[in-house]
């Protein structure tokens, strides 16, 4: 069904696991689709993928924490796209260790990285989403950012304030048409879950009422949701995709 034709869509961490599912599946509904990862690989590879879909699509290589990059970046993107319709800040990295031990640089680069990153993003295209008069903006947080988790301070901390940075947000755009809304995915298949102790693996699946690890379509569904014609009037909320972990 193709629910997002004519529409562009930028995806931030679009080069693997959840980033990639999304851009595919808004490719899928009719989107164009700009793929930003950190290398040009990684991007360019997902890219191929969305065109070989019938769509078009855009690959950039950025560092979402750099203002410069994301300034010339977002530049570029309005000229050869025209516009944004949605914007996906999915891009997140994790640096895990017990507060005691964690360094400053490790606290930073998950916060800038993160959070920093899906400020400079919005920052970006707020003036064509504002002028446009529409707009969705998906911030991919996460479960840990509502119930903290033990070596993940800086992790969580990043997700919890990229749940209230959506609420302000929203009530910042919402009378101009643009909604702002997060996902909160639980434990998802990803490259990140696939290195896991299989002994913590089974523990994190007895908290899963649903008994099994998510997907990233699970979250792709979710973002399609709000992107699309149904989610015209839903903003400033979380919604949470998790196998009912977190109730």
């Known amino acids: 069904m193709s629910t997002l034709t004519q529409q562009i869509a930028v995806v931030t961490g679009a080069g693997r696991g959840i980033g990639r599912a999304i851009a595919l599946k808004f490719a899928a509904a009719g989107a164009d689709v700009v793929c930003v990862s950190r290398t040009v690989e990684n991007s360019e590879k997902v890219a191929t993928e969305v065109r070989a879909l019938g769509r078009r699509a855009w690959a950039f290589a950025v560092d979402v924490s750099d203002p410069a990059a994301i300034a010339a970046a977002s530049e570029k993107i309005l000229a050869e796209a025209g516009r944004v319709d949605v914007l996906v800040n999915n891009a997140g990295v994790t640096k895990d260790g017990l507060l005691m031990r964690m360094s400053e640089a490790d606290w930073d680069t998950v916060l800038n990285t993160n959070l920093r990153g899906a400020f400079l993003l919005t920052k970006a295209f707020t003036r064509a989403f504002l002028k446009q008069r529409s707009g969705r903006i998906i911030n991919i ?81 979710a973002a399609l949701y709000l992107a699309g014609p149904g989610g015209r009037y839903v903003t400033g909320q979380v919604l949470t995709v998790d196998g009912g972990m977190v109730m």
């Open 141 to 221: 947080a996460s479960v840990i950012g509502l119930i903290g988790n033990a070596g993940q301070c800086n992790y969580a901390a990043s997700k919890a304030g990229l749940i209230g940075f959506t609420k302000s947000v929203a009530k910042e755009f919402g009378s101009r048409g643009v909604t702002c809304n997060a996902i909160a995915p639980g434990f998802i298949e990803t490259d990140m879950t696939a290195v896991l102790d299989p002994k913590l693996k089974e523990a994190l699946l007895k908290q899963i009422p649903l008994g099994t690890l998510g997907q990233g379509d699970d979250i792709a569904e």
